[in-house]
């Protein structure tokens, strides 16, 4: 326990951005709220990792060998993302796709290999971040499929102890004491229906088993939508805008990326603003009964997941997207920390924050991550990319870069090794088919030890409750003899007493029988 | 500042500077009352501070030292395993320290829980109801056991059973 104490205190100086702020929001409005703007750190975390790499790796050396850019700045460019910008580091078009060096004869910075690695690298470790998030979060918050597992876990294991600001703390208790009253009394009208009702075999209540479903058709509509639209979109992108004959089809796409990302974030202020703002405007004076409105969680998180799989898809068109991405959303989070603030009144209902935050980094890992990652490949496997501009110039693809190399790097035997991994490992059907039977086969026996392990849960809870009744049972009877004792009247005294023997025994025997039949 | 033990003594010294020394090397022998530490802003609104404090002080009256206090602040941050919680969260809510969660205890949890604005009989109905479904061996209250069966089907209480310092 101390030793556990002790390394906490080193972790936690991580988490400092924003600390006093998450801490403010959470004490009012709860832990679901502040799941929102944990989740929009976490993603804000992800840009700034790629905006430095892609900055260091690919930008900083570009600038050494840059050419002057012969355009003129309006201040138009930063809404459309063109003209002057489009000589700058922002594009694709503009890296070269030369080997750079300083000096004569001096250490070489290869362009072309440089954008192709740091981009595929960043790829790499956010699939790993991702994949370990998740198990880790499953883990811990398993998704129940029970939607409403007990209303008895409901009152002893959600007090939010987060919640630090008095009103708040009188809100949450009115609310709950209401919830209570008001399924005492549907228990009460279901009882009288029923010949022996017992309160709890009551089903449910059924007002938030509704809401939980208004809540589930608000998600699924709202992620086939965005899927249709970025669906629809890389369909354009890669199919006619890459094929098209156009001039630098990558830094198209770059600035076509750069507006949706741009107008999004435009929308996403003047959601808050329509949605908060002038929603409490008309709750408190036009129609009173209203009230102010309540912060809407899920379609916040899918904007920003939606922010996020445009950015992810843009990384490779316009490296230095992520750096604009953060900036939006240190704004965004400000924005609807003040709305939040100032329009909002704490969530009345439950919310499932353990779960619903599972759910949305799942909903990040597939399908927005692996949808992207699915663009990418078809773009660096089979686009040619365009003659004039861009690292790859002249490549018939951008994976080319990677095969050329290894070909240079045959004809040196210290790295034969690299060589023999690309041939064998990466370029290989083999490998990979293999990697999947074997992926395959352990989910199926982990599968299989889970259905083991349930059904062995199920029989040691009916092992507790037998144990329980018998416990009751004994105790019954012991009480029964002790009662014949005091009453010496009762002449049967000899054979309650060899019965009570027998029962004892039957007992033991019973108990034992069901250890060696359950274990 | 270097980790969350050198905040939390900030934290703890801001309460009494006069009684708590800034050099804790020798093991100086202090202690909070109560009163101190339920006046802190994470704790005075909570309706279990009173439990809390009894929980985490060594000798269940509420007055903390500063080993108690790093530890209720341990036990209460995000990291701490959910066995651990489920151990306090226990304790807290067992308010007669007979190690069961009883009928009087629960109905004290849910006064607390709802500010005593519900009729006792309505009180009584709602702890029969927990003690139904959480009550796996009929003996009428929850054990540990009970208890931590029941935070498996709330993941939730990771969250939620947290203070932020």
Known sequence: FRRFRNSLSERFHQLWLWHKTLKIIGGEFGTSVLSYFIFLKWLLSFNIFSFLINFSFITVPQFIAAEPNNLSFTGLELLTGAGYFQQTALYYGFYTNATISKTENGASYNMQLAYIFTVGMYFVICLL?????????????????????????????????????????????????????????????????????????????????QSVQLLLLFLCRNIILKISIIGILCYYWLDIVATSKSQCWETLIGQDIYRLILVDFIFCLLGSFFGEFLRR??????????????????????????????????????????????????????????????????????WRAAQMTTFFMLLLFFPSLTGVLAVIAVT????????????????????????????????????????????????????????????????????????????????????????????????????????????????????????????IFLFQLHVHYDSMGFL | LRGLNDLLFYRYRDLAPQLVPLDYTDKPDVTLPYELIGSMPELKDNPFRQRIAEVFSEDGDGNMTLDDFLDMFSVLSEMAPRDLKAYYAFKIYDFNNDDYICKSDLEKTVNKLTRNELTPEEVRLVCEKVIYEADLDNDGKLSLEDFQHMIIRAPDFLSTFHIRI
């Open chain 1, 129 to 209: 971040i991702l994949l370990i998030s998740m198990a880790k979060s499953f883990c811990r918050n398993f998704i129940n499929p029970q939607i409403y597992s007990g209303n008895a876990s409901k009152l002893l294991c959600t007090w939010d102890f987060n919640i630090t600001n008095e009103k708040a703390v009188k809100l949450k208790q009115k609310n709950l004491s209401t919830q209570i009253k008001v399924q005492n009394t549907g228990d009460a009208k279901r009882c009288s229906n029923m010949t022996d009702g017992h309160p709890a075999i009551v089903p449910p209540h059924q007002l938030t088993d």
């Open chain 1, 281 to 350: 405007i008309i709750g408190t004076t036009v129609f009173v009964s209203l009230g102010m409105p309540e912060f809407d969680i899920a379609r916040n998180v899918l904007d920003l997941i939606y922010a996020q799989t445009l950015t992810w898809i843009g990384i490779l068109f316009s490296p230095l997207l992520p750096g604009i991405q953060m900036i939006s959303f240190f704004i965004v989070f400000y924005v609807k920390k003040v709305s939040l603030m100032k329009n909002c009144q704490p969530p009345r209902q439950v």
């Open chain 1, 380 to 503: 660096v496997w089979r686009l040619k990319p365009s003659e004039e501009c861009g690292p790859f110039r002249g490549l018939s693809s951008m994976f080319a870069a990677v095969s050329e190399w290894i070909k240079i790097l045959e004809n040196y035997t210290g790295s034969k090794w690299v060589v023999w991994i690309y041939n064998n490992l990466i370029t290989s059907e083999l490998f990979f088919f293999i990697l999947s039977t074997i992926f395959l086969i352990i989910t199926y026996l982990y599968w299989q030890i889970i259905k083991g392990r349930k059904t062995m849960v199920k029989l040691l809870r009916k092992q507790i409750v037998n144990v329980g009744k018998d416990k009751v049972f004994l105790l019954r009877k012991l009480h029964l003899q002790q009662r014949e004792k005091q009453n010496p009247s009762v002449p049967r005294g000899q054979d309650q007493q060899v019965s009570f023997i027998v029962q």
